[in-house]
């Protein structure tokens, strides 16, 4: 067993990083007992550690597939340009294909394939050389995107600073640092009272595994709840605001993230609590018109049916598990970028944001 890296702080983990012509990540679906280190040595094991989760959220997956793209054509043993550029297109439809929903997976991808076309001129080598530097500046940018959503998202958690948060959209689901985690640990930075309620986020526990890890490795209180006390702990005034990442927000402000994160968008309306979205560009998909059109990935019934592996339902009961919703964008406060903060109407605001330099 290694213990990943960590980049300044205990609170800045790596959740993927490249080292010795590998990719290496935090198996996710360890946590929160084991911190397990898993070597990707190819395309299929990057596909394999996208698909089961070992490593999830959205601009973690986009991490993950740029280095799986830099890894492809330092492997590949094409002798022409086309051929290694055929090569990262099979590639990259391979890893699109692991999930559907967040579309931070196929941007990275696209991005990788399209610096590669870029230096088609340079020959095989220098393509191998640009995309591993490619993938560093993704990671990169995406830490730094991080930081800046904390530094716009911060002012807006109220004086008493009691936060709810769903799923994990912290350090591991993206490259550093998060995005509905930002706010969070930027306004903790500052000295601001804090403390998180963190929803335990059924199927996959993702609040209880991987947000109370990460909230307890920096110190900062929190209190783990069922998904089914977030109602009640509303109705009490225990929760001043809702802060949750996202898996894509379509062109209109919908916003597609871990399902139940629609359930608690309804119940802030009713409570009159407000409720942020947190999530840099590259999870903004202008293509996508509305959340009708953002498609909703279906996982095994058995992440239902059993938890770690043990049964806790009858055997063979059917079960259901998309792993999204979408929550409409009538719902949501105002959407937290690294350029700033967007209000309603998103339509406009989305659109101007995509069109400033
Ligand atoms: O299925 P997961 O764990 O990949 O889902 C993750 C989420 O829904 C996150 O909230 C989202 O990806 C944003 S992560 C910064």
Not at 102 to 112: C, G, H, I, K, Q
Not at 201 to 218: D, I
């Given at each position: 067993m290694r213990v990943a890296p960590f980049i300044a702080t205990p609170m800045e983990f790596r959740t993927v990083w490249w080292e010795d012509e590998t990719v290496r990540l935090i198996d996710q679906r360890k946590l929160p007992h084991t911190v397990e280190v898993v070597n990707c040595t190819d395309l299929s094991s990057v596909a394999y550690a996208i698909r089961s989760m070992q490593v999830r959220g959205a601009p973690a997956i986009g991490c993950t597939a740029a280095y799986g793209m830099a890894l492809v054509a330092r492997q590949s043993a094409a002798h022409s340009v086309e051929d290694l550029l055929e090569e990262l297109r099979q590639a990259k439809a391979i890893l699109d294909a692991q999930r559907p929903t967040?579309?931070?997976?196929?941007?990275?991808?696209?991005?990788?394939l399209r610096r590669a076309e870029t230096a088609a001129s340079e020959g095989t080598t220098a393509i191998k050389t640009v995309l591993l530097a490619e993938a560093e500046a993704i990671f990169a940018e995406d830490l730094a995107m991080c930081h800046a959503i904390g530094e716009h998202g911060a002012p807006l958690i109220p004086p008493r600073g009691h936060v709810l948060t769903h799923c994990n959209a912290g350090g591991l689901a993206t490259a550093g640092y998060g995005t509905a985690l930002a706010p969070i640990r930027t306004a903790f930075a500052q000295g601001?009272?804090?403390?998180?309620?963190?929803?335990?986020?059924?199927?996959?526990?993702?609040?209880?595994?991987?947000?109370?890890?990460?909230?307890?490795?920096?110190?900062?209180?929190?209190?783990?709840?069922?998904?089914?006390m977030a109602a009640f702990m509303m109705q009490r005034g225990h929760i001043d605001c809702i802060i949750v990442g996202a898996d894509r927000i379509a062109a209109n402000g919908d916003v597609a993230n871990k399902i139940g994160t629609y359930g608690l968008a309804v119940l802030a309306r009713y409570h009159q609590i407000p409720f942020y979205v947190a999530a840099p560009y590259?999870?903004?998909?202008?293509?996508?018109?509305?959340?009708?059109?953002?498609?909703?990935?279906?996982?095994?019934?058995?992440e239902v049916t059993h938890i770690a592996g043990i049964a806790i339902a009858p055997h063979g009961v059917p079960a259901a598990h998309p792993a999204f919703d979408v929550t409409p964008n009538e719902l949501v406060t105002a959407i937290i970028t690294e350029r700033g903060v967007l209000h309603p109407p998103f339509t406009v605001a989305l659109r101007q944001l995509a069109s400033q330099p």
């Open positions: 967040a579309v931070n997976l196929a941007w990275a991808t696209s991005r990788m601001r009272p804090i403390h998180v309620f963190v929803d335990e986020t059924r199927p996959f526990l993702q609040g209880a595994r991987l947000t109370a890890w990460e909230l307890l490795q920096a110190g900062i209180p929190q209190t783990l709840i069922t998904d089914n590259s999870t903004i998909d202008l293509a996508t018109a509305s959340g009708a059109d953002i498609p909703i990935e279906e996982r095994d019934p058995a």
